[in-house]
Protein backbone atom coordinates (compact mmCIF):
# COMPACT_ATOMS: atom_id res chain seq x y z
CA UNK A 1 0.00 0.00 0.00
CA UNK A 2 0.94 3.24 -0.49
CA UNK A 3 2.86 4.99 1.98
CA UNK A 4 3.08 8.74 3.48
CA UNK A 5 6.43 9.56 6.02
CA UNK A 6 5.69 12.34 8.29
CA UNK A 7 9.27 13.68 10.06
CA UNK A 8 9.76 14.18 12.60
CA UNK A 9 7.64 12.70 15.20
CA UNK A 10 7.83 14.46 17.99
CA UNK A 11 9.81 18.20 18.79
CA UNK A 12 9.49 20.48 21.40
CA UNK A 13 10.93 24.09 20.73
CA UNK A 14 11.69 27.15 22.88
CA UNK A 15 8.86 30.02 21.85
CA UNK A 16 9.88 31.90 19.36
CA UNK A 17 10.97 29.76 16.93
CA UNK A 18 10.58 28.20 14.05
CA UNK A 19 9.53 24.61 13.33
CA UNK A 20 9.57 22.41 10.22
CA UNK A 21 7.59 19.52 9.38
CA UNK A 22 7.89 17.19 6.68
CA UNK A 23 5.45 15.00 4.86
CA UNK A 24 6.63 12.56 1.92
CA UNK A 25 5.21 10.06 -0.18
CA UNK A 26 7.07 7.19 -0.45
CA UNK A 27 6.24 5.55 -3.21
CA UNK A 28 3.37 7.49 -5.43
CA UNK A 29 3.21 10.89 -6.42
CA UNK A 30 0.81 13.39 -5.02
CA UNK A 31 -0.23 16.50 -6.59
CA UNK A 32 -1.85 17.18 -3.34
CA UNK A 33 -1.29 17.07 0.24
CA UNK A 34 -3.41 18.54 3.26
CA UNK A 35 -2.70 19.50 6.63
CA UNK A 36 -4.81 18.78 9.96
CA UNK A 37 -4.14 19.80 13.49
CA UNK A 38 -5.77 17.87 16.34
CA UNK A 39 -6.08 19.22 19.73
CA UNK A 40 -5.88 16.44 22.81
CA UNK A 41 -9.17 14.28 22.64
CA UNK A 42 -10.77 16.29 19.82
CA UNK A 43 -10.24 15.57 16.30
CA UNK A 44 -8.95 16.11 13.06
CA UNK A 45 -9.39 20.19 11.87
CA UNK A 46 -8.47 20.47 8.40
CA UNK A 47 -5.81 23.56 7.87
CA UNK A 48 -4.88 23.58 4.62
CA UNK A 49 -4.22 22.02 1.13
CA UNK A 50 -1.43 22.18 0.02
CA UNK A 51 -1.32 21.70 -4.31
CA UNK A 52 2.12 21.35 -5.86
CA UNK A 53 3.73 23.90 -8.25
CA UNK A 54 0.73 26.71 -5.80
CA UNK A 55 -0.25 28.32 -3.34
CA UNK A 56 -1.65 26.39 -0.89
CA UNK A 57 -5.70 27.36 0.53
CA UNK A 58 -5.82 27.51 3.62
CA UNK A 59 -9.10 26.96 5.77
CA UNK A 60 -11.07 30.04 7.37
CA UNK A 61 -8.90 31.07 10.69
CA UNK A 62 -5.80 29.38 9.92
CA UNK A 63 -3.02 32.29 9.41
CA UNK A 64 -1.15 31.81 6.51
CA UNK A 65 2.16 33.37 7.51
CA UNK A 66 2.09 31.45 10.98
CA UNK A 67 1.82 28.13 9.19
CA UNK A 68 4.04 28.28 6.11
CA UNK A 69 3.39 25.30 3.73
CA UNK A 70 5.55 24.17 0.77
CA UNK A 71 4.74 21.92 -2.07
CA UNK A 72 7.71 22.07 -4.26
CA UNK A 73 7.62 18.44 -5.37
CA UNK A 74 5.25 15.77 -6.41
CA UNK A 75 6.33 13.87 -3.25
CA UNK A 76 6.70 16.47 -0.41
CA UNK A 77 4.95 18.87 1.29
CA UNK A 78 6.15 20.96 4.25
CA UNK A 79 4.32 22.63 6.86
CA UNK A 80 6.54 25.39 8.76
CA UNK A 81 5.57 27.39 11.95
CA UNK A 82 6.80 30.57 12.51
CA UNK A 83 7.29 31.93 15.55
CA UNK A 84 5.89 29.15 17.67
CA UNK A 85 4.01 30.11 20.48
CA UNK A 86 2.39 27.28 23.44
CA UNK A 87 -0.75 27.83 21.83
CA UNK A 88 0.60 25.86 18.85
CA UNK A 89 1.31 23.04 20.27
CA UNK A 90 -0.58 20.22 19.43
CA UNK A 91 -0.42 16.99 16.83
CA UNK A 92 0.08 17.81 13.23
CA UNK A 93 -0.17 15.19 10.64
CA UNK A 94 -0.41 15.34 6.40
CA UNK A 95 -2.81 13.26 3.86
CA UNK A 96 -1.81 12.43 0.48
CA UNK A 97 -3.53 11.87 -2.56
CA UNK A 98 -2.64 9.47 -5.20
CA UNK A 99 -4.78 10.93 -7.59
CA UNK A 100 -5.98 7.55 -8.54
CA UNK A 101 -9.84 8.58 -8.71
CA UNK A 102 -11.14 6.44 -5.61
CA UNK A 103 -10.93 8.99 -3.15
CA UNK A 104 -8.66 7.54 -1.18
CA UNK A 105 -5.78 9.34 1.26
CA UNK A 106 -3.01 8.05 3.29
CA UNK A 107 -1.92 9.31 6.16
CA UNK A 108 1.36 10.06 8.09
CA UNK A 109 2.28 9.27 11.26
CA UNK A 110 1.86 13.03 12.56
CA UNK A 111 3.74 15.20 14.37
CA UNK A 112 3.39 15.86 17.91
CA UNK A 113 4.87 19.54 18.51
CA UNK A 114 4.88 21.29 22.21
CA UNK A 115 6.12 24.65 22.44
CA UNK A 116 7.53 25.57 25.70
CA UNK B 1 -20.86 23.03 4.79
CA UNK B 2 -20.52 19.28 5.91
CA UNK B 3 -20.68 18.54 9.37
CA UNK B 4 -19.73 14.67 11.33
CA UNK B 5 -20.45 13.55 14.34
CA UNK B 6 -20.08 11.19 16.44
CA UNK B 7 -21.47 9.07 19.23
CA UNK B 8 -21.22 8.11 21.77
CA UNK B 9 -17.57 10.49 22.29
CA UNK B 10 -16.46 7.95 25.09
CA UNK B 11 -17.15 4.09 25.82
CA UNK B 12 -15.56 1.22 27.73
CA UNK B 13 -16.54 -2.16 27.83
CA UNK B 14 -15.18 -5.42 28.64
CA UNK B 15 -13.49 -7.72 26.59
CA UNK B 16 -15.89 -9.88 23.99
CA UNK B 17 -18.76 -7.32 23.85
CA UNK B 18 -20.21 -6.46 20.80
CA UNK B 19 -20.22 -2.89 20.02
CA UNK B 20 -21.52 -0.07 18.14
CA UNK B 21 -20.33 3.26 17.35
CA UNK B 22 -22.37 6.16 15.46
CA UNK B 23 -22.00 8.57 12.73
CA UNK B 24 -24.05 11.27 11.52
CA UNK B 25 -23.17 13.46 8.37
CA UNK B 26 -25.45 17.03 7.80
CA UNK B 27 -24.82 16.50 3.93
CA UNK B 28 -26.27 13.22 2.21
CA UNK B 29 -24.78 14.00 -0.96
CA UNK B 30 -21.74 12.30 -0.06
CA UNK B 31 -19.24 10.40 -2.26
CA UNK B 32 -18.14 7.81 -0.17
CA UNK B 33 -17.68 7.55 3.90
CA UNK B 34 -14.47 6.23 5.57
CA UNK B 35 -13.54 4.91 9.30
CA UNK B 36 -10.16 5.27 10.38
CA UNK B 37 -8.69 3.93 13.78
CA UNK B 38 -6.42 6.26 15.69
CA UNK B 39 -4.25 5.12 18.39
CA UNK B 40 -2.88 7.73 20.82
CA UNK B 41 -0.23 9.51 19.60
CA UNK B 42 -0.29 7.89 16.18
CA UNK B 43 -1.23 8.76 12.56
CA UNK B 44 -4.62 6.89 11.34
CA UNK B 45 -5.39 3.83 9.89
CA UNK B 46 -7.65 3.12 7.19
CA UNK B 47 -10.23 0.27 8.73
CA UNK B 48 -12.98 0.51 5.71
CA UNK B 49 -14.34 2.84 2.86
CA UNK B 50 -18.03 2.64 1.95
CA UNK B 51 -18.79 4.16 -1.82
CA UNK B 52 -22.11 6.05 -1.54
CA UNK B 53 -23.54 3.50 -3.41
CA UNK B 54 -22.49 0.52 -0.81
CA UNK B 55 -24.74 -0.45 2.27
CA UNK B 56 -21.99 -2.04 4.11
CA UNK B 57 -18.45 -2.78 3.87
CA UNK B 58 -16.91 -5.79 6.38
CA UNK B 59 -13.32 -6.70 7.26
CA UNK B 60 -12.54 -9.52 9.92
CA UNK B 61 -15.00 -8.22 13.03
CA UNK B 62 -15.94 -4.86 11.56
CA UNK B 63 -18.63 -3.96 9.64
CA UNK B 64 -19.54 -0.69 8.45
CA UNK B 65 -23.03 -0.13 7.38
CA UNK B 66 -24.41 3.66 5.40
CA UNK B 67 -27.93 5.11 5.13
CA UNK B 68 -27.10 8.05 3.23
CA UNK B 69 -31.07 9.30 3.35
CA UNK B 70 -30.46 9.25 7.28
CA UNK B 71 -27.39 10.98 6.68
CA UNK B 72 -26.01 7.83 9.44
CA UNK B 73 -23.06 5.33 9.09
CA UNK B 74 -22.72 2.54 11.87
CA UNK B 75 -19.25 0.70 12.98
CA UNK B 76 -20.10 -2.60 14.20
CA UNK B 77 -17.54 -4.39 15.97
CA UNK B 78 -17.90 -7.76 17.04
CA UNK B 79 -16.49 -9.56 19.94
CA UNK B 80 -14.28 -6.70 21.09
CA UNK B 81 -10.77 -7.61 22.02
CA UNK B 82 -8.10 -5.37 24.25
CA UNK B 83 -6.56 -4.47 21.02
CA UNK B 84 -9.28 -2.16 19.76
CA UNK B 85 -8.52 0.40 22.32
CA UNK B 86 -8.68 3.11 20.28
CA UNK B 87 -10.11 6.17 18.51
CA UNK B 88 -12.32 5.24 15.74
CA UNK B 89 -13.42 8.37 13.35
CA UNK B 90 -15.41 8.44 10.53
CA UNK B 91 -14.71 10.72 7.92
CA UNK B 92 -16.60 12.33 4.57
CA UNK B 93 -15.79 14.40 1.97
CA UNK B 94 -16.96 18.24 1.92
CA UNK B 95 -19.41 18.42 -1.17
CA UNK B 96 -17.81 17.92 -4.55
CA UNK B 97 -14.07 18.78 -3.02
CA UNK B 98 -11.24 16.52 -1.93
CA UNK B 99 -11.80 17.67 2.01
CA UNK B 100 -11.55 15.02 3.85
CA UNK B 101 -13.99 16.31 7.21
CA UNK B 102 -13.58 14.29 10.25
CA UNK B 103 -15.96 13.47 13.24
CA UNK B 104 -15.51 14.36 16.53
CA UNK B 105 -14.36 10.40 17.66
CA UNK B 106 -15.00 7.38 20.01
CA UNK B 107 -12.87 6.97 22.33
CA UNK B 108 -12.92 3.13 22.64
CA UNK B 109 -11.13 1.14 25.79
CA UNK B 110 -11.67 -2.64 26.13
CA UNK B 111 -10.55 -3.94 29.33
CA UNK B 112 -9.92 -7.90 30.14
Known amino acids: GAVVSQHPSWVICKSGTSVKIECRSLDFQATTMFWYRQFPKQSLMLMATSNEGSKATYEQGVEKDKFLINHASLTLSTLTVTSAHPEDSSFYIC????????????FGSGTQLSVL | KQEVTQIPAALSVPEGENLVLNCSFTDSAIYNLQWFRQDPGKGLTSLLL?????REQTSGRLNASLDKSSGRSTLYIAASQPGDSATYLCATFQGDTDKLIFGTGTRLQVFP
Open chain 2, 50 to 54: IQSSQ
Open chain 1, 95 to 106: SADPGTGDEKLF
